[in-house]
Structure formats: structure tokens, C-alpha cells
């Protein structure tokens, strides 16, 4: 079993949809929680992170985590056409230990 | 303000052969670390440098190996080149050894032929 596991998708959605991203994992040691961005040949961009379970909101981005279940979650509100990217979900046991990528999901919104 | 820079962009080389890549971490980083990211894929952890030395590791073999400079500027050569070595070759900037807010450069993608 993978410790990190995310849908690939391809998800396609219309512009001003409310997208929701996942990933579930199986290490309970995992106390930090990211979302990255990445565009068609460029490098991962830090969204968001978050350390407690519970939800934290910047713009149009909230990050969810639910500790007791393994889940956490990307919601996207407003969808808009550049938002089309791959978004990984990161997760670390600590500030200062490796951390594990997901696979991505590959989200494409269209105008 | 400079960001994570990488060089070269692309590179196409042949089994058994040897690749260096390199990295200049972002303006006021002192933390590289090494990811390899294959098509489809999430990035898979190599290693982190901080403070010249290889400080955690992931499970990659002893044919990867790196350096970090005193301008804090890291290299990842790979020896013995695999057709399984083919992908993005992603650096990613810090602070103080902390994994978190990573700072990714471009890439290197690496082809092996």
C-alpha cells in the first residue's frame, strides 16, 4: 500500500465550477500537510500548507484535513481556466523530515 | 529576486553513462534538496543538503550522489546511467534544513537513451 494515494483523474471541469482534490494516506506519523501546483513543464508551487486537522483558507483555496479518517482535501472555488494544472498533495511527519509526494491530479476547467 | 535556477534544461544521454545537474538555490536559502519526478508521477525524494552535507536520504541507490557548495549552489550526478533514470530531475530551496515552503526550480529533464 502506498503511503500517499491520490486520483489522477484527468478531471475536467466548466469554468466556475467548485473543484474538490483528494488524497488519503496511511501513515499516522504524517503531521504536515501541503498542496502544490504544477504547470505542463514547470516546477511544484506551494499553495498552502497546514498542520492541525480542520480547514484553512486563502483566496479562492481551502485546505481541509481530517486526521481520524486519513483525508485531506483542495477546494477550489470559482474555477478558472489557468487553475488547469497537476495538484499534488505533500505530506511530512515533521518540519524537518522528507516529505512524501502524491501522484497528482491533473485538473483541466474549461472556458 | 532570483528564484530556484537549474541547468541544463534538457538533456539526452546514454546507458552507462554519467549526468551532473546542478542548482542555485533561491536568494537567502541555505537547504537543497533532490527530487525525482517520472511522467505521471509524484516527485520522489533523493536527497537534502544543508550545510554541505547530505543530511536525510530517500531510497535511491549509491549511484546518486551530490554535492552542496559554501554558496549553497548543489549538484546531483548519477552514475551508471539506466533507462529507469529517464525524468524531471526537480531542485527545491529552503531554510535551515525545514522541508516545509519548498521553493521548486524548473527542472532538468533527463532522458537516457
Known amino acids: 500500500q502506498k503511503e500517499v494515494e491520490q486520483d489522477p483523474g484527468p478531471l475536467s471541469v466548466p469554468e466556475g465550477a467548485i473543484v474538490s482534490l483528494n488524497c488519503t494516506y496511511s501513515?499516522?506519523?504524517?503531521?504536515?500537510f501541503m498542496w502544490y501546483r504544477q504547470y505542463s513543464r514547470k516546477g511544484p508551487e506551494l499553495l498552502m500548507y497546514t498542520y492541525s486537522s480542520g480547514n484553512k483558507e486563502d483566496g479562492r483555496f481551502t485546505a481541509q484535513v481530517d486526521k481520524s479518517s486519513k483525508y485531506i482535501s483542495l477546494f477550489i472555488r470559482d474555477s478558472q481556466p489557468s487553475d488547469s494544472a497537476t495538484y499534488l498533495c505533500a505530506l511530512s511527519s515533521g518540519g524537518y523530515q522528507k516529505v512524501t509526494f502524491g501522484t497528482g491530479t491533473k485538473l483541466q476547467v474549461i472556458p | 529576486d532570483a528564484g530556484v535556477t537549474q541547468s541544463p534544461t534538457h538533456l539526452i544521454k546514454t546507458r552507462g553513462q554519467q549526468v551532473t545537474l546542478r542548482c542555485s538555490p533561491k536568494?537567502?536559502?541555505?537547504?537543497v534538496s533532490w527530487y525525482q519526478q517520472a511522467l505521471g508521477q509524484g516527485p520522489q525524494f533523493i536527497f537534502q543538503?544543508?550545510?554541505?552535507?547530505?543530511?536525510q536520504r530517500g531510497n535511491f541507490p549509491d549511484r546518486f550522489s551530490g554535492h552542496q557548495f559554501p554558496n549553497y549552489s548543489s549538484e546531483l550526478n548519477v552514475n551508471a546511467l539506466l533507462l529507469g533514470d529517464s525524468a524531471l530531475y526537480l531542485c527545491a530551496s529552503t531554510v535551515s534544513g525545514v522541508q516545509l515552503e519548498q521553493y521548486f526550480g524548473p527542472g532538468t529533464r533527463l532522458t537516457v537513451t
Open positions: 501513515n499516522s506519523a504524517f503531521q504536515y
Open positions: 536568494s537567502g536559502h541555505d537547504t
Open positions: 543538503y544543508y550545510e554541505e552535507e547530505e543530511r
